[in-house]
């Protein structure tokens, strides 16, 4: 049977115990001595009490204001790190929502610029009008993320048609975009010699992106079988055209259905264009906007 242990030397339990209470008291700067039995000569227990909960009240002030000094340091460190690397310092702290507006409207003033023309889009049926809105709301939220964004323009954008309506039942907060829509064409809003129409049919290869042209992007879904209506629409308003340089920086990836397209949805079109502005790559941008469901692959990534 276990006894309970010799009653004139203390466990070592106690002693642990003792030892883990003085360091306690050490930290509340009160001498262990002050609670000891000594305390309680000529009623000095309730004066020592007293000055214990004091001091011990003291201390738990101060330590309730360190945690509060380390959450307020860690809140802060996770909003520099949502920012991304120098984001404090560049930025001068201010609010992401306030900087996204700002480089906006400086794009809206100096440049460059994307309209979609959604003149096309009748074409449509509505099943793909919805996937058009989908991509126009994903477009958007790209540009908004975006360093150095375009100032986009949605134009021939009717009110009380399919894609009008789409994008507001789809979109939420869409009539709150950053952006302008138009009835108008951009033939009545921009000189011809400014106006560059993107199209995969074009002969012309899209070497750059300047700052003072106007890029259109046909407002149709990649899926839509329209055979150069892009190309012949440009044509016909006199405009110049050009294509991305997939061909040029891109190679052809051995699929089981043979399937290679240089069409691309309106957003991943935006996601090249936009990485390149950025990086003034285009491997980098490519790969940002061409899937391999494409059926072209960078050339360092064929095995």
């Not at 003085?22 to 000095?44: D, F, K, Q, T, Y």
């Not at 003291?58 to 307020?72: C, I, S, T, Y």
């Not at 089981?256 to 991943?268: D, G, P, R, V």
Request: proline residues 4%.
């Amino acid at each position: 049977m276990a006894g309970g242990g010799d009653g004139g030397c203390p466990s070592a339990e106690s002693e642990g115990e003792a030892a883990v209470a003085c360091e306690a008291l050490r930290l509340l700067r009160i001498e262990p001595s002050a609670v000891g039995p000594s305390a309680g000569r000529a009623g000095g227990a309730a004066r020592c009490s007293r000055n214990v909960l004091r001091k011990r009240r003291r201390w738990e002030r101060v330590l309730a204001a360190k945690r509060g000094k380390r959450r307020q340091e860690r809140e802060r460190s996770r909003a520099r790190r949502a920012q991304g690397p120098g984001a404090a310092s560049r930025d001068g702290g201010r609010a992401p929502a306030a900087l996204v507006k700002e480089r906006l409207l400086e794009a809206r003033a100096s440049g460059p610029r994307l309209c979609v023309d959604l003149g096309v889009a009748d074409r449509m049926s509505q099943k793909e009008t919805s996937r058009l809105a989908s991509q126009i709301r994903r477009l958007y939220g790209a540009n908004k993320r975006a360093q150095k964004p375009f100032w986009l323009c949605l134009t021939e954008f009717v009110v009380g048609s399919l894609i009008y309506e789409e994008c507001f039942r789809m979109n939420d907060g869409f009539s709150n975009y950053l952006m302008d829509t138009t009835q108008e064409s951009y033939l009545d809003l921009f000189p011809l010699d400014v106006i560059v129409y993107l199209t995969p049919d074009s002969e012309n290869v899209l070497e750059d992106i300047d700052p003072k042209k106007v890029y259109v992007l046909g407002g149709l879904v990649d899926e839509s079988i329209h055979k150069k209506l892009t190309l012949q629409r440009a044509q016909e308003q006199s405009l110049q055209t050009a294509r991305l340089p997939i061909r040029e920086y891109m190679v052809k990836n051995v699929n089981t259905k043979n399937y290679h397209s240089e069409t691309l949805a309106i957003n991943q079109v935006f996601d090249v264009l936009s990485t390149y502005y950025e990086t003034r790559s285009w491997p980098a941008a490519l790969k940002a906007g061409v899937s391999s469901g494409k059926g072209y692959v960078l050339p360092d990534t064929v095995k």
